[in-house]
Nanobody
Framework: RVQVAESGGGSVQAGGSLRLSCTASGFTWIPACVGWFRQAPGKEREKVAT????????YYTDSVKGRFTISQDTAENTLYLQMNNLKPEDTAMFYCAAHPLDSVGARSDARRTRCTSVALDEYNYWGQGTEVTVSS
């Protein structure tokens, strides 16, 4: 049974930091695309950052580049998101999700594109989310 669980959300003032964690089990961590997504009230869910677990290559959406860092602990099947210099517009529910890569072709595409080849709705396993609130 697959389990994905996020933790680490909270309320901070603008300029503050938070570190999100995501523990996962029940699927093969390597190789996979795993990542952080967020959904603000009244908005669609968006991709924040992803990592190709096989190589550690990463992708960030433009609005978080230079402020957020995604990382993994392959021994513990754990994903992290270090968020610095938080802004009010970062306020959202943050989700962790995983897309195991079952074919040679999928692995090649994911490795080459840093998981941007995987659409949001192709991520198979999702956590319940952790809320992040940034006040001005």
């Amino acid at each position: 049974r697959v389990q994905v669980a996020e933790s680490g959300g909270g309320s901070v003032q603008a300029g503050g930091s938070l570190r999100l964690s995501c523990t996962a089990s029940g699927f093969t961590w390597i190789p996979a695309c795993v990542g952080w997504f967020r959904q603000a009230p009244g908005k669609e869910r968006e991709k924040v950052a992803t990592i190709y677990t096989g190589s550690g290559s990463t992708y960030y959406t433009d609005s978080v580049k230079g402020r957020f860092t995604i990382s993994q602990d392959t021994a513990e099947n754990t994903l992290y998101l270090q968020m610095n210099n938080l802004k009010p517009e970062d306020t959202a529910m943050f989700y962790c999700a995983a897309h195991p890569l079952d074919s040679v072709g999928a692995r090649s595409d994911a490795r080459r594109t840093r998981c941007t080849s995987v659409a949001l709705d192709e991520y198979n396993y999702w956590g319940q989310g952790t809320e992040v609130t940034v006040s001005s």
